[in-house]
């Protein structure tokens, strides 16, 4: 039986998409070959890729904008570096909002190619707020945030206006909410929360932002060089990206981001009202800054720890424990989440309410 995963990623992908990109393990689109052993030279794997990066200037309203696509390996963490390595001057400044362990860990690598500035942090309330009152300096060379923070459950609602091209990691919810996405300069993401399997990195990039930086960029670092290659600077993770473009395909034909955009309000409203309601959990986020992808929250009564997690466990659900970092209980409902799973969690925390008053 298919299990409810909850799990934070790699995490659940449409049914209809496992099928599909299992199908194609063993012969895709009736080439008698297998997309993991398909040449990334091949017309059929060109045209993977070619609507792929399509799709995603479509899907985010990007298209005729001046934006780039590119699928690359390495994870967010590898932007981490890249980022600062493209568009940080040598003896320049980056500004960050500190958010999380994400945003931590990008600013932490940029202290290596310049001054870095903290703009804004939630930190000393464990980041289960985002701060919305800060300036960002007018010769930043770029400005970084991680619009959702899978580890606290918060997500940014509001972006800032300013100068400074906009960096944002959005691994953990791309395409899962309407938004103008033009005033993102750089948006990167690892695929396996929201998009595919683990593997590939997406990043969104225009191209007037590049090649104004005094340093020398490794080719392998270097966006110019593989927006020159169309994401074939080296061999590309053909599986990944494979999946990534059936996701987006399912996307597309659930209406785009404004019909999942529906969906996944409905899925966290649903849940959020459960532990508001229930006496027996507490939300960790700050109720203004909840996530719609990662839903956090802890019992009232940590003794009863033992009887909530066989509960669940007996329901079929799997991935619900919080980050190792913070503990509690951690839901993400990404895009691919069926309501159907989200009514199951919140019938067995009813079904906890009534055992622990009886």
Not at 316 to 323: A, E, P, R
Request: hydrophobic residues 40%; aromatic residues 10%; proline residues 4%.
């Amino acid at each position: 039986m298919k299990k409810h995963n909850f799990s934070a990623g790699p995490s659940i992908l449409p049914t209809e998409v496992f099928e599909k990109a299992a199908a194609a393990v063993l012969n895709l689109n009736n080439t008698g070959l297998s997309i993991l052993e398909i040449s990334h030279r091949s017309k059929e794997f060109v045209a993977i890729m070619e609507e792929a990066r399509a799709l995603v200037l479509e899907l985010l309203n990007l298209e005729n904008k001046g934006y780039q696509v590119l699928f690359l390996q390495g994870g967010a963490s590898l932007e981490f570096l890249r980022v600062p390595q493209n568009l940080m001057q040598v003896g320049g400044k980056a500004a960050f909002l500190d958010t999380g362990v994400w945003a931590n860990g990008a600013m932490k690598v940029a202290q290596d190619f310049g001054e870095t500035v903290i703009v804004a942090s939630s930190k000393p309330k464990n980041y289960n707020y985002i701060p919305t009152d800060y300036t960002i300096p007018t010769d930043a060379d770029y400005f970084h945030c991680t619009s959702n923070n899978t580890i606290y459950g918060t997500q940014m609602k509001t972006f800032p206006s300013t100068k400074a091209p906009v960096v944002c990691d959005m691994s953990s919810d791309i395409f899962s909410r309407s938004m103008d996405y033009s005033k993102f300069d750089l948006i990167y993401a690892g695929a396996q929360k929201n998009m595919g399997p683990a593997g590939t990195t997406l990043i969104i990039v225009k191209e007037a932002i590049l090649g104004k930086n005094n340093r020398t960029i490794p080719n392998i670092l270097n966006y110019q060089q593989h927006i020159a290659k169309e994401s074939m600077y080296n061999t590309p993770p053909v599986f990944a990206i494979y999946t990534s473009l059936l996701t987006l395909q399912w996307l597309k034909s659930k209406g785009g981001i404004a019909g999942i955009e529906k969906l996944n309000e409905t899925k966290a409203n649903l849940l959020y009202t459960e532990i508001d309601r229930n006496p027996y959990f507490e939300g960790v986020a700050n109720k203004a800054d909840r996530s719609l992808m990662n839903v956090t929250f802890t019992l009232a009564n940590p003794e009863h720890k033992e009887t909530f997690d066989q509960l669940w466990q007996s329901a079929n659900i799997s991935g619900l424990n919080g980050h190792r970092s913070v503990g509690g209980y951690r839901a993400s409902i990404y895009n691919a989440m069926p309501i159907e799973s989200v009514e199951v969690l919140v019938a067995t925390m009813q079904e906890f309410e009534k055992r622990i008053i009886n």
